[in-house]
């Protein structure tokens, strides 16, 4: 069976992403050296488990997003305290993005830094949070916001996984990778899903190694992410992030239409895309509220002066800023939106 190797270019921080089906199997070589233990941190349905060569234990976290907590990593530290875990040794995450960013991040502060490697799940974990080196937990105040950047040693998709993943979770990562479709305009669609994933995670890659710490182009990352992430706060996270990412994304390129950055037939081809190739809605099921979408987008983090926006245009997908509510109305329009 092919494995796929994707390297992440960052100097001495350089590691390997292995994407095929069996590809836990080869773990062993991500396991440093020196390590004596190896610490998993995994969830209770998460279908596969690596088998070490040295001594290991497994440890289990929370479901859900409310488990991504200051909380958890301190039981998690305490955990790594009993079992002994030095800065010698290592940490495995084994789950989804919730998993890996919650083991990435308690890797991080153990003894100041300690290695971690990943086995991502979940479409979402491959194709993005497994990558990249972003780790944290929530807040009462906000997502993602106690975190540090701590790369793994490596990291292992296997396809195998997937074969648990729910429609809804499944829908999830296929929002992302359609962002990936319109971030280099490379024909996805031509590869069999292992060497889509492994593309993927190599635009992925590409962008981080240019970019590790977002002071520029990461930022692309976040196509379709400012409508989202409004979407998905007023339905009260009923609303999944990859369904809202779709829905962003549709709603950025009516935006970039309106600013007269694209044409009509790069509207419709993400219409075709993100609707027909990949399956995703392209609007809201629920009736909406324009100027709470419009208020909340205000309140999105890159937010600098103005709206900022990030928008397709003719020299491909950018970050613009003083993007103003005219358009975003006329986009609204455009998509004809049930609306209160
Ligand atoms: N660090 C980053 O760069 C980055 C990027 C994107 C998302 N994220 C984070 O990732 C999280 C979302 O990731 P996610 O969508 O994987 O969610 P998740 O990790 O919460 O997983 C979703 C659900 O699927 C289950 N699951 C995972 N793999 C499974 C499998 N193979 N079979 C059956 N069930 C499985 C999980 O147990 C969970 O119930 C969020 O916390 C988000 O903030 C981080
Ligand atoms: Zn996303």
Not at 262 to 290: F, M, W
Request: glycine share 10%; aromatic share 6%; with cysteine.
């Amino acid at each position: 069976m092919t494995v796929h190797q994707v390297k992440v270019a960052l100097g001495e921080r350089s590691y390997s992403v292995l994407v095929g089906h069996g590809a836990i199997n080869q773990i062993d070589n991500f396991v440093p050296k020196l390590a004596k233990r190896a610490l998993v941190v995994t969830q209770k349905n998460i279908p596969i488990q690596p088998t070490l060569k040295i001594e290991s234990t497994t440890v289990f976290i929370g479901d859900t997003e409310e488990h991504k907590s200051l909380t958890t990593i301190e039981m998690l530290a305490q955990k790594f305290a009993e079992f002994g875990l030095t800065r010698n040794d290592v940490v495995i995450g084994v789950g989804g993005g919730m998993v890996t960013d919650v083991a990435g991040f308690a890797a991080a502060s153990w003894h100041r830094g300690t290695s971690v490697v990943h086995v991502a799940t979940s479409l979402v974990g491959m194709v993005d949070a497994s990558v990249g080196g972003k780790t944290g937990v929530n807040i009462a105040s906000g997502k993602n916001l106690v975190g540090a950047f701590w790369q793994p040693l490596g990291v292992i998709c296997d396809l195998d996984a997937l074969e648990t993943l729910t429609q809804r979770e499944m829908r999830c990562g296929l929002g992302e990778v359609a962002k990936y479709h319109f971030l280099t305009g490379d024909d996805l669609l031509a590869l069999e899903m292992p060497a889509r994933i492994a593309r993927c995670v190599e635009i992925k890659a590409n962008i981080v190694s240019a970019d590790e710490r977002e002071s520029g182009g990461r930022a692309l990352l976040n196509y379709g992410h400012t409508l989202a992430h409004a979407l998905e706060r007023s339905s009260n996270f009923m609303m999944a992030h990859g369904e809202a990412v779709a829905v962003g994304m549709i709603f950025a390129a009516h935006v970039a239409h309106s600013m007269k950055r694209i044409s009509q037939a790069r509207v419709d081809e993400h219409y075709r895309v993100i609707g027909e190739t990949y399956g995703l809605k392209v609007k809201p099921d629920e009736i909406i509220n324009r100027r709470e979408l419009i208020g909340l987008m205000h309140l999105d983090k890159k937010a600098v002066s103005g709206l900022t926006f990030v928008l397709d245009g003719p020299s491909g997908i950018e970050v613009v800023s003083g993007v103003s509510e005219m358009h975003l109305e006329q986009a609204f329009d455009a998509m004809r939106l049930n609306e209160k």
